[in-house]
């Protein structure tokens, strides 16, 4: 397989779902290797892992393309998760280099009624690689679990991610609270529905629609 093969079975596999060789999901894939196996290939050939994520997203957009048309369902986007999870336990190390010295706290956490967390998980190992201590309070977050970790960590900045419209508005409850508490803090927001008009609406500090944005915003308040 050369490389232009490795990535395009990589935007297939996430697609799809299929995780491993020995995953017997889709049943037309069975007996072929996943994005597991592909991505240690890929990094064998020096494929540079901001190519293999990028093929993840691509992945990632047929399912959801998909999805929104009817074409596929729940079952087949949590397989899509699954096989780009398996990239990124490959991925990580890059993103982690962990030999740079904290630059501060940032608290993310994805907002209340949302179980998304690829996404976030992603801006949080890239924040993590950039220099920051990332405090990841998971997903489905209440405004509370936000508020007291803001406690415990004076002087932290806070990231909130939501990819369903209708939780917007739970992001937007959240991002007035913590304002309403601490007024100092800085917050970031971002995901799919996100648009800096709607961050500025809401009372965030920031928007970013990539990790690399997360990153430079955070970095230009050392
Ligand atoms: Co859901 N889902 N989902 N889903 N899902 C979407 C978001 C959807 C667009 C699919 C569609 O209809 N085409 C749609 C939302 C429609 C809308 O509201 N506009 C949708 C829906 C409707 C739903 C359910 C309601 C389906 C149902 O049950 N009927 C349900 C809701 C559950 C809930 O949250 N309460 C649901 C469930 C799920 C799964 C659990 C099955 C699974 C999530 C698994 C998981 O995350 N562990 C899932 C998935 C996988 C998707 C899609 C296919 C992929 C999302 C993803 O991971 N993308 C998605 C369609 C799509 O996006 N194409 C879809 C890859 C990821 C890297 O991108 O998360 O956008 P993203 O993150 C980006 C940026 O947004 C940004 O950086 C990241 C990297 O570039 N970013 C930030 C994100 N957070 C940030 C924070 C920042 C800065 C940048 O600063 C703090």
């Not at 072929?32 to 991505?39: A, D, S, V």
């Not at 992603?122 to 977050?141: P, Q, R, T």
Request: hydrophobic fraction near 40%; proline fraction near 5%.
């Amino acid at each position: 397989m050369n490389n232009q093969e490795l990535i395009e079975n990589i935007v297939t596999c996430v697609a799809r779902g299929k995780v491993s060789l020995e995953s017997p999901f889709p049943k037309d894939l069975i007996g072929q290797i996943g994005t597991n196996e592909l991505t240690k290939i890929a990094l064998e050939n020096n494929i540079s892992p901001d190519l293999i994520l990028k093929a993840c997203n691509d992945g990632m957009k047929i399912i959801g393309e998909r999805f929104g048309k009817g074409e596929a369902f729940v079952p087949e986007l949590l397989m899509s998760a699954k096989a780009m999870n398996a990239v990124m336990i490959h991925l990580k190390p890059f993103f982690k280099s962990g030999t740079v010295k904290s630059k501060g706290k940032f608290i993310i956490g994805t907002v209340l009624g949302d179980l998304h967390d690829i996404g976030k998980n992603l801006v949080s190992m890239v924040v993590e690689g950039n220099g920051w201590e990332v405090i990841d309070l998971g997903v489905d977050c209440k405004t509370e679990k936000f508020i007291s970790k803001i406690k415990e960590n004076p002087g932290c900045f806070v990231g909130l991610s939501a990819l369903l419209t209708t939780t917007m508005a739970n992001m937007n409850k959240t991002v007035q609270e913590i304002k309403k508490q601490f007024p100092e803090i800085k917050i970031l927001v971002g995901g799919a529905p996100l648009t800096m008009e709607a961050a500025i609406q809401m009372g965030a500090d920031g928007y970013s629609p990539n990790p690399q944005g997360a990153v430079e915003y955070l970095n230009s308040w050392v």
